[in-house]
């Protein structure tokens, strides 16, 4: 009985670090971030001059927040066996700031995040990401201008 007990506190511990990997967005708070991963973590794909592990994430937060202070992340579905978690979640915010290199616009956004994230039992050891880019985009009505 006591298998089932801890493969049930692994489940629960694994959820809470995903859970906090994007509390580190919504609560305004980077350094959250420590607390969700492994400082060994790998992000796939890093952002364009993100360095990696979680000092890397930290600067994408702060800039997010300052282009959408209201920033929030809905977790739609989350499907979860020991050791990996699969999430579909939403980005919602108002754009008040300068994002990769888009000037404020007042509009309010909506779109798409996926994540498949690895886990050690208590944290995020590797993430495989993909946002919906060209849906923000679109609904900022412009792209980054080119380097």
Do not use: C
Request: no cysteine; aromatic share 8%.
């Amino acid at each position: 009985m006591s298998g089932n007990h801890e493969t049930v506190n692994r489940l629960m511990a694994e959820r809470q670090a995903v859970e906090k990997l994007y509390q580190a967005f919504s609560l305004q708070n980077p350094d959250l971030v420590d607390e969700a991963v492994t400082p060994e973590w790998d992000d796939i794909p890093l952002a364009p001059g993100q360095t990696a592990g979680p000092a890397g994430l930290k600067p994408i937060i702060r800039e997010f927040i300052h282009a959408f202070p209201d920033v929030q992340i809905i977790i739609h579905d989350l499907i979860q066996v020991p050791g990996q978690i699969a999430v579909r979640a939403e980005i919602t915010g108002t754009h008040q700031g300068t994002i990769m290199g888009i000037e404020a616009t007042g509009k309010s956004v909506s779109f798409r995040l996926h994540e498949f994230h690895q886990l050690n039992g208590e944290r995020i050891t590797t993430t495989w990401h993909m946002e919906d880019w060209f849906g923000l985009f679109m609904q900022l009505g412009q792209f980054p201008p080119r380097a």
